[in-house]
């Protein structure tokens, strides 16, 4: 899947030219079939990543639609100089699948790409929290449903996984569980995998009797 950064800046931010070495950077779509070492078709897997700066409201609201009626296999990802919770939700609203700050470390920058490239949603911490605890109030899963999943689990698993459903960060679940960064996304990956579930806010909402019992 090709990464196509969207951006007011010359030239790549660090972060990005180190997650996506065979990424380019354009300043609007109209240069993006002029680009001499870029090319693909409408039909493409593509990651448009739109760097917003102040002021750029319509401009995202119109570079998403355009994307989205266009390229019929592109996913979204708005990067923020200063990111808020009204414009992660907005941008969200439009189509993006994903939300994060501009100058994301490049592990942070590839795991958001495979969790968009899978059908989920990436938001930043403090809105998937807030999102958690919004939706848990709103629904409510039988005991046993629940318990149910949570067989399908390794005890380890089980726990990473009622951490990750408090809107807990990894590093925050691996200061709890003390185990490294690593093994917990390990554990994510695999508790996605055996419940189906898509990313964090969808692994909340399953597991729900829990979170509102934490």
Do not use: C
């Amino acid at each position: 899947m090709q990464d196509i950064f969207i951006s007011t800046l010359p030239a790549h931010i660090d972060g990005w030219s180190e997650a996506f070495p065979d990424s380019i950077v354009i300043t609007g779509l109209e240069n993006l079939n002029t680009h001499s070492t870029f090319s693909f078709n409408n039909s493409d897997a593509v990651v448009f990543w739109l760097h917003m700066n102040e002021d750029r409201q319509q401009w995202l609201a119109n570079t998403i639609a355009t994307i989205l009626s266009t390229y019929k296999l592109a996913k979204i990802v708005v990067l923020a100089n200063r990111p808020n919770h009204a414009e992660s939700l907005h941008a969200l609203s439009l189509g993006a699948m994903g939300y994060a700050h501009a100058y994301s470390a490049p592990d942070v920058l590839n795991e958001i790409k495979t969790v968009i490239s899978h059908g989920g949603l990436w938001l930043g911490q403090a809105l998937l929290q807030r999102l958690i605890e919004t939706s848990v109030k709103l629904t409510g899963n039988q005991p046993e449903y629940v318990d149910q999943l949570l067989e399908k689990l390794t005890n380890r698993e089980k726990e990473v996984a009622l951490e990750a459903a408090k809107g807990l960060s990894n590093k925050e679940i691996a200061r709890i569980l003390n185990i490294t960064e690593r093994t917990v996304k390990a554990h994510l990956a695999a508790t996605f995998e055996r419940l189906g579930a898509k990313d964090r806010l969808q692994l909340a909402l399953m597991l729900n009797k829990h979170q509102r019992l934490g």
